[in-house]
């Protein structure tokens, strides 16, 4: 099958095959006036400045104007909980009170909430679900994305929950990539017996996800009331020897030294990074352990913003995730992550788009297939309604994709 995409007005993308760091995460190359063209969901030619395709080449080919619109690569957004039943509107109350997401977490609701559902739910019910939330990050322009486990909590509800990710897969355009984080909360029936919860999900939930492959990544939220620093370098352990790749949340809420440790444990990636120190981040650095920030949920928590401008610095790559989940950002879109991204990090256009694309991809041990638009890597472009890169990061608040292809079809 080919794919022709003309009249494209201004292509960006980041270029390479890794993560891309320092200086160079906003070294994009932007090629106004082409044309792509992609052969059984490849791209296999990008057109050079001001040039049109032969005609040749778009015989027998699906056509796609883009009217001079911008186009990018699909976005990659590396940090989602969209698997779940049980949103939890009803906290937004005590929150506007001023109870804190940690104090909801502690008195059973937060996260604690979803994880009732979720047990409750039927398989059926979390793909029904999960489909909806996809549809809507497709809309937004999202055609990868990473989806965590961590709302079952007993080995058959996390076996469940990550089956139902392998369903959803196959149901849908956007590639799904599964992490396992059984280390997500402790659960109520474990209160006050954490140890052995760490037990159930080294020693059971580990060795059955990785026995049925279920997962690529084991993550652990590091936190204060929740797994600290020994438990979490264990779990992280335990799930590397079974062959899945550390995540970690990170410095979220409490400077706890996660990304010290994520450094120390050589993780893929490192989520949040909130209150992350000098020291943690030079360990990261020396790690290359990708940074992925979550603004959408500082906006939401009333959170402080990560120091993404000093990462860059400090050559850590940054990749910019939405964190969607029903309780500390409930929203698909990567589009105002996009946004905060720029004017409270301060990041450039530029290195916004190396963060949702290419480093997104990094943090998900796929940027050698995806995040840039060049021959050989999939062919999954977002075409914009807007004329360059700045329009993106100006015009806010309203969903600016126009057509969505997915390995050469239009899905939207
Ligand atoms: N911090 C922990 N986990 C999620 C929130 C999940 C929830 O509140 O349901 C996060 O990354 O923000
Ligand atoms: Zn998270």
Redesign the pocket.
Known sequence: MKTVVKNIGLLATARGKEARKGREQGEIQQIAGTYIVIIDGRIATVGGEHTAPDPMICEDATIIDAGGALVTPGLVDA?T?LL?AGW?QKELALKLQGVS?LEI?KQGG??LH?VNATRRATPADLVAAGQESLGRMLRHGTTTCEV?S??GLTVEDELKSLAAVRELNGLQPVDLVATF?GA??IPVEYQNRQQEYVRLVCDEMIPAVAEQQLAVFCDV?C?DH?FNLAESGEILACGRRYGLLPKI?AD??TPLGGAALAGEVRAVSA??LIYADDKGLAKMAASGTVAVL?PG?SFY?GEDFARARAMVEMGIPVAIAT?F?????PNESLQLPMNLACLKYRLTPAEVLTAVTLNGAAALCCAHDRGTVEEGKAGDLVIWQAPDLEFLFYHWGVNLVKTVIKGGEPVL
């Open positions: 940090h909980h779940f939890r997401y977490l937060g996260i979803t965590k961590g709302y984080m997500h909360a939220f936190e929740v949340h979220e809420i989520e949040h979550l949920t928590l964190d989940n029903p309780g500390s950002c």
